[in-house]
């Protein structure tokens, strides 16, 4: 009777055993069969100097817009971005965000890598916003001693930035006066952070309202206006000369 007491006894805690193996081994391959993360996208893009990026989910392209007169060939940002990945490099180069500078002045490729080692591109572009045309307006232009007839006024698409007109009108009974060969000239323009040059026969130089012009056409006079801190973005106007009767 002892004997088969002892044999169930060693009996159940085999089955125990047993059974305390099996849950072991089925812990070992849960922890064995865990999924690595394949997100690998980023959310969320900025500079350094709070300008928001757009984020196109379908082209993987992130837009950012700076001001115009910001000279991007030298302009250097700190992007603050957030990303569902474990890693987010430029070439062999982490970037930690709000962290690592880099220059803007070309396309650059962010690549995002997930858990599971796939990696997603994105491509970020950052641009000028389109200048204002009303920052080149002429406000005032006068031929000096010809002011008994002559109204000077200009005209312009904003849409186009690179040429404009200035129409200046005379009395249709009136004959083009022969000063205008060799004429003073005063330019007021809306904006100060402008400089004003003059194109004659193809030479640019400043404008100089002591110097006498020849303005018989657009060859011999153009007037420039430049963005003094944008130096690439100017708009050129051309004369033209009108008789109009309604003006008198």
């Given at each position: ?78 992007a603050i971005f957030?990303?569902?990945g474990q890693d ?161």
């Amino acid at each position: 009777m002892i004997i088969r007491n002892f044999i169930k006894i060693i009996y159940f805690i085999f089955i125990a055993l047993f059974f305390l193996s099996c849950g072991r081994k089925s812990s070992n391959n849960v922890s064995e069969t865990y999924i690595k993360s394949s997100n690998k996208d980023i959310t969320s893009f900025q500079l350094s100097n709070n300008i928001e990026g757009i984020i196109d989910t379908n082209l993987n392209r992130i837009y950012v817009k700076v001001p115009y007169n910001i000279n991007l060939s030298n302009e250097i940002y700190k992007a603050i971005f957030v990303t569902t990945g474990q890693d987010v490099k430029i070439g062999q180069i982490s970037q930690i965000s709000n962290n690592t500078p880099n220059l803007f002045n070309r396309d650059l490729i962010y690549t995002v890598y997930a858990e599971d080692e796939s990696k997603k591109d994105y491509i970020v572009s950052v641009l000028n916003e389109p200048v204002d045309p009303y920052l080149f307006n002429i406000e005032k232009f006068i031929i000096v001693g010809t002011s008994d007839y002559y109204i000077n006024t200009y005209n312009f698409n904003p849409d186009l930035i690179s040429q404009r007109n200035i129409r200046i009108y005379y009395d249709y009974t009136s004959n083009m006066p022969p000063s205008i060969t060799s004429s003073k000239v005063l330019i007021n323009t809306e904006f100060d952070n402008v400089e004003i040059n003059i194109i004659s026969n193809g030479n640019l130089s400043p404008f100089n309202p002591n110097t006498y012009y020849n303005l018989t056409n657009s060859n011999n006079f153009k007037v420039q206006i430049k963005l003094k801190e944008y130096p690439y973005t100017f708009v050129n106007y051309e004369l033209s000369f009108v008789k109009d009767p309604t003006i008198f």
